[in-house]
């Protein structure tokens, strides 16, 4: 509920505490008096469109503030959370309005964008007003209220669900489907790049090893020189084996004579010889492994560049040529088997539509019963409130099959629409088009009514609901808004003293002040007992105030204790 009104240099207002209950609330006061001022300031806060004319005359900037009390699991907690805002305690929405036309908003005192205010104060008030176009007179919330109404949100629910599967389904058949027909077109020239590759049958590392053995063979001559040297050294005639040979054999003929003294020199000789016989059959192998060989050269040179040029031509790594060799043929195979998962796909696809289909229309016949009931429970508030002569009709539209042979939305398959005729046999029609501003009101009221049990916004405004009735009608009205009142805050701007009997707390809106100093100010009074008494009385007998006033409301307050 709203709790607190807070306003600053607005219009006539130049400052404005305001502290509200649960309950019905009224608004009264004589015509002029500012009862539209409050309404706009807090509709500032709310969201409205700012207006830099709401700004008091002589102030740089206005601002309203407006606190509201809610329960932990109201919708406004999910947004504020949802915006990474302070979710906890009371909700408070803060809008500062300056002169140069430039406006800012505040949730819990942290700045917010106009979108998120205005969204906030769509869940938290409704207002109800002979020109207001929201709410109940916005045909585009029609289908939900008729289905709150109705208790259809699980069903709505299951329709989303379904809806976004077949949604996913078509998708995926058409992405396969484009897929499909890209690869079909460059299917002969897939068929050759894998041909050319499987023929070229390149592998993983090719490019490094080639390259690797072109500059070895580019070299080897020198290398063979170098080698043939090594290979002379150690086994030519006067070469280091040699020598070795000679040493060993002196050594072990004079070994005995020198009592095991030339063993270790020996042992060392004979593993030295032994390492050299190896090291010379090694430089041999070389020599062999390294030969010069210009064929050899040619066909590594050809392969490598062979390599290099397909991954040019294909702009890959070459050590990629034999991945992409894979996935082509991956694509190939796919447009082999394309057929089949393309019918697999569309199968899913209208088996999807289908389900979903199948429920639409389950909870279409859903929400004709709930509208029948509906229009019963609207023609029964509306004799009491001066439109016996009145009709109510909820009209279910079935969409028609779109372009892509669909039907219907993430909602349904059905348009809703709130239709009335002010008269018989005049024709159906909109309620913000047909209803003139006080029947309008009470078409909102009895609408409202049927409504109350399956909750609402926790504070609804009504701005002169009782436009231009009076007696029994304006009993009814205040009737019908005290039973509303159980179940929410209900703030009403009124001229019937009927209404503002009924009120469990009443409100005095004045205008004073100087007018030459301009300083002329609208004031809000919260009213008890004796002043209540004194103002319903002012609204029975007008300017002047007379004891048979007087006993008339105390006679209009009794009878509603």
């Known amino acids: 509920m709203l709790a607190a009104l807070s306003i600053r240099d607005i219009v006539l207002i130049d400052r404005l505490e305001l502290a509200l209950d649960r309950g019905l609330c009224t608004l009264t006061g004589e015509t002029g008096a500012g009862k539209s001022i409050l ?96 709410g109940l007179l916005d045909a585009s919330g029609h289908r939900a209220i008729l289905d709150a109404f109705g208790g259809l949100e699980a069903d709505v629910a299951k329709a989303r669900r379904l809806w976004a599967a077949a949604a996913a389904a078509r998708e995926a058949l058409a992405a396969h489907e ?104 090694q430089v041999a192998l070389a020599m062999r492994a390294l030969e010069f060989d210009p064929r050899r050269l040619e066909q590594a040179e050809t392969r490598l560049f062979a390599l290099r040029a397909a991954g040019r031509k294909h702009n890959v790594a070459v050590d990629s040529l034999a991945e992409l060799a894979d996935k082509l043929r991956g694509q190939l195979a796919e447009i082999e088997g394309g057929e089949a998962t393309q019918a697999r796909l569309r199968k899913e696809a209208d088996d999807a539509a289908a389900a979903y289909l199948l429920h639409a229309k389950a909870l279409s016949a859903s929400r004709a019963k709930a509208a029948a009931k509906l229009d019963r429970e609207v023609m029964k508030e509306l004799k009491p409130l001066k439109l016996d002569k009145a009709t109510f009709k909820t009209q279910i539209d079935v969409l028609p099959e779109n372009q892509n042979g669909g039907q219907g939305g993430p909602d349904g398959i059905d348009r809703v629409s709130f239709l009335i005729s002010t008269n018989p046999g005049a024709p159906l029609g909109p309620l913000i088009k047909i209803a003139s501003g006080g029947e309008l009101s009470r078409f909102v009221l009895a609408l409202k009514v049927a409504l109350a049990s399956r909750g609402s916004a926790p504070t609804l405004i009504f701005d002169e609901v009782d436009s231009g009735v009076g007696g029994a009608v304006a009993e009814a009205v205040g009737l019908r808004l005290a039973e509303l009142a159980k179940a929410a805050q209900v703030i009403v701007v009124t001229h019937s003293p009927q209404v503002a009997a009924r009120a469990q707390h009443h409100f005095r809106i004045s205008k004073g002040g100087e007018a030459k100093a301009a300083k002329i100010a609208t004031r809000v009074e919260t009213l008890d007992a004796p002043a209540r008494r004194e103002e319903i009385a002012r609204m029975l007998a007008g300017a002047t105030v007379t004891d048979e006033a007087r006993a008339a409301a105390d006679r209009l307050i009794g009878s509603h204790p």
């Open 39 to 134: 309404l706009d300031a807090l509709g500032l806060a709310l969201g409205a469109r700012a207006d830099a004319g709401l700004v008091r005359q002589g102030a740089e900037q206005g601002s309203v503030t407006a606190v509201f009390d809610i329960a932990s699991a109201h919708p406004a907690r999910a947004l504020l959370t949802e915006n990474e805002l302070e979710a906890e305690g009371d909700l408070i929405l803060r809008r500062v309005q300056t002169r140069d036309g430039r406006s800012r908003a505040f949730v819990n005192d942290q700045p917010v964008s106009i979108g998120l205010l205005r969204q906030l104060g769509d869940v938290l008030v409704e207002v109800h007003g002979q020109h207001d176009e929201r």
């Open 178 to 281: 484009a897929m499909l027909a890209r690869a079909k077109a460059e299917q002969d020239y897939l068929t050759h790049v894998v041909a050319e590759l499987d023929e070229l049958a390149p592998e993983p590392g090719e490019e490094t090893a080639l390259a690797e053995e072109r500059t070895l063979m580019m070299h080897s001559e020198k290398i063979a020189a170098d080698l043939a040297e090594a290979e002379e050294a150690l086994s030519g005639d006067g070469g280091l084996d040699a020598r070795l040979t000679v040493a060993l054999r002196r050594l072990a003929r004079v070994a005995e004579q020198a009592a095991g003294r030339l063993d270790g020199a020996i042992a060392a000789l004979d593993r030295t010889l032994n390492e050299a016989a190896e090291a010379r059959d």
